[in-house]
């Protein structure tokens, strides 16, 4: 693992956001047993905010990783990781709801990290081209003087 305290450091940051933002809105997990749209609208909505929350993280992980690595894959689960914990100890019993919160969970995380991987990959290509547009600056400034 050549960037291992850089994915140490990444997966720490984004656990504890994961776990804040499951801790901010537990209050809404109540929400998701209601029939109808309000259920639908909450149950989306906490798979918005982990998708965002893994395009985030990813995109900014994958910019500046030295090498192509798959280690997006387990940041991601890293993040899925509080949420289903949270919700399988708070939870009385499992039952279907449950187990739709955690696939549109897995899912938002799932589609977060092919995105947030693209995205990074672009990032990074255009990271590396600015790099090489730099040092070739700094060459030429050396030279001339």
């Given at each position: 693992?050549?960037?291992?305290?850089r994915?140490?450091?990444?997966?720490?940051?984004?656990?504890?956001?994961?776990l804040?933002?499951?801790?901010?809105?537990?209050?809404?997990?109540?929400?998701?047993?209601?029939?109808?749209?309000?259920?639908?609208?909450?149950?989306?909505?906490?798979?918005?905010?982990?998708?965002?929350?893994?395009?985030?993280?990813?995109k900014?992980?994958?910019?500046?990783?030295?090498?192509?690595?798959?280690?997006?894959?387990?940041?991601?689960?890293?993040?899925?990781?509080?949420?289903?914990?949270?919700?399988?100890?708070?939870?009385?019993?499992?039952?279907?709801?449950?187990?739709?919160?955690?696939?549109?969970?897995?899912?938002?995380?799932?589609?977060?990290?092919?995105?947030?991987?693209?995205?990074?990959?672009?990032?990074?290509?255009?990271?590396?081209q600015?790099?090489k547009?730099y040092?070739?600056?700094?060459?030429?400034?050396s030279?001339?003087?």
């Open positions: 693992m050549q960037d291992g305290a994915f140490f450091a990444y997966t720490t940051w984004a656990v504890m956001i994961s804040a933002m499951i801790l901010f809105t537990h209050g809404f997990l109540d929400w998701v047993h209601e029939p109808g749209w309000v259920g639908t609208l909450i149950l989306f909505g906490f798979g918005f905010l982990y998708f965002n929350l893994c395009y985030a993280a990813v900014r992980y994958i910019r500046k990783v030295p090498a192509p690595t798959n280690l997006h894959i387990l940041l991601s689960a890293f993040i899925y990781l509080p949420p289903f914990i949270w919700v399988l100890t708070a939870a009385e019993n499992i039952g279907s709801t449950e187990i739709l919160l955690w696939a549109v969970l897995a899912g938002g995380c799932a589609i977060g990290t092919v995105y947030g991987n693209k995205a990074g990959i672009k990032a990074r290509y255009e990271y590396i600015a790099l547009e040092h070739k600056k700094m060459e030429e400034n030279k001339s003087i």
